[in-house]
């Protein structure tokens, strides 16, 4: 199990950017695929971004492509969500999730995710 804490959340204005991070507990965070899912009210948790163990790989749904960076440093157990031109659309409460993973892939469905953080708001006024 690993503990996943983020924050960088905030309300900002359409265009803006901001910076989402996810600090993670645990001595073998390297051997975790991470990503991002978001949920806005009365909707499902859908995915946003996901990164392999290595960092080599990385894939985002098609909404944020060319807007969002998903990186990680596994030196300091943590995953960032570099999110710019930010749009209404983008208003949700965005979650870190963990799974252990034995390949270098990205996972893109919550199936398997067994680590979430608390979720950080993200709210973007038009």
């Known amino acids: 199990q690993v503990q996943l804490v983020e924050s960088g959340g905030g309300l900002v204005q359409v265009g803006d950017s901001l910076r989402l991070s996810c600090a993670a507990s645990?001595?073998?965070?390297?051997?975790?695929?991470m990503a991002w899912f978001r949920q806005a009210p009365g909707k499902e948790r859908d995915f946003v971004a996901a990164?392999?163990?290595?960092?080599?790989?990385?894939y985002y749904t098609d909404s944020v492509k060319g807007r969002f960076t998903i990186s990680r440093d596994n030196a300091k157990n943590t995953v960032h969500l570099q999110m710019n031109s930010l749009k209404p659309e983008d208003t949700a409460v965005y979650y870190c999730?963990?799974?252990?993973?034995?390949?270098?892939?990205?996972?893109?469905?919550?199936?398997?995710?067994?680590?979430w953080g608390q979720g950080t708001q993200v709210t973007v006024s038009s």
């Open positions: 999730a963990a799974r252990v993973t034995y390949t270098d892939v990205v996972h893109t469905t919550r199936l398997g995710y067994d680590n």
């Open positions: 645990g001595r073998t965070f390297s051997r975790y695929a």
């Open positions: 990164i392999s163990w290595s960092g080599g790989s990385t």
